[in-house]
């Protein structure tokens, strides 16, 4: 089997504090501009690069599961086997806590010095992906505004002169996205939720309103 090599790099390396029985990831000082925005207790994804399954191993295609041989033989894509044919591995962990760089979490089974190829932050929509009333190709991604920690993404509005006759009740029109967590709002709740909103809005001290307006131009 030969293929077209491409290049991938590390970001960071599994580390392991054996006195301390603390894991945590040291990400490179050239890449430590990427993790702005982590924060402690985030979830995120982990992309380990298996580097001791490198050689012969990489053509392993069928494994036992579990290293137990009394399990049939399966093929690595339907297995969490560390050999396959990229040794890839991913991981989902909690961010503890966060210094100079370093991204401690809970103890995986990485060994220490493991190269870390990717970090992402988890995302409940993609990665514990359900039955959503809002399919992916309806979410206007690019319309999706971030308010602190709550990412609000609208339902495209092509097509809208076709459902005239649902009701605000039935139709979903916004993915709202809370640090991990999503859910989805109809035109009903949307409108409850500006509602309520706008009365928060209006029970905030006078001095806070005038200065909101000052600075934003924001209606009284």
């Given at each position: 089997m030969d293929f077209e090599p491409f290049k991938v790099v590390p970001v960071g390396y599994i580390r392991k504090d054996g006195e301390l029985q603390e894991t945590f990831i040291e990400i490179l000082p050239e890449f430590r501009e990427a993790g702005d925005g982590l924060r402690e207790g985030d979830w995120i994804k982990l992309i380990l690069w298996f580097h001791e399954s490198e050689g012969p191993r990489?053509?392993?295609?069928?494994?036992?599961?579990?290293?137990?041989?009394k399990n049939p033989l399966t093929g690595v894509f339907a297995t969490r086997s560390p050999y396959r044919p990229n040794p890839i591995a991913l991981y989902t962990v909690r961010i503890h806590r966060i210094s100079d760089g370093k991204l401690y979490i809970g103890w995986i089974d990485a060994k220490d010095g493991t190269p870390v190829v990717d970090i992402k932050i988890f995302v409940e929509r993609y990665d514990c992906?359900?039955?959503?009333?809002?399919?992916?190709?309806?979410a206007h991604i690019r319309e999706g505004r971030m308010i602190g920690e709550v990412n609000v993404i609208p339902r495209k509005s092509e097509h809208l002169d076709e459902l005239e006759e649902v009701s605000p009740e039935e139709y979903d029109a916004v993915i709202?996205?809370?640090?991990?967590?999503?859910?989805t709002l109809t035109a009903k709740e949307l409108a409850d939720l500006i509602d309520a909103l706008k009365e928060v809005y209006e029970n905030l001290p006078v001095e806070v309103k005038d200065r909101l307006r000052r600075r934003g131009g924001r209606s009284p």
């Open positions: 990489r053509r392993i295609l069928k494994v036992h599961p579990y290293g137990n041989p992906p359900k039955e959503v009333p809002i399919e992916e190709r309806e709202l996205e809370i640090g991990p967590k999503t859910t």
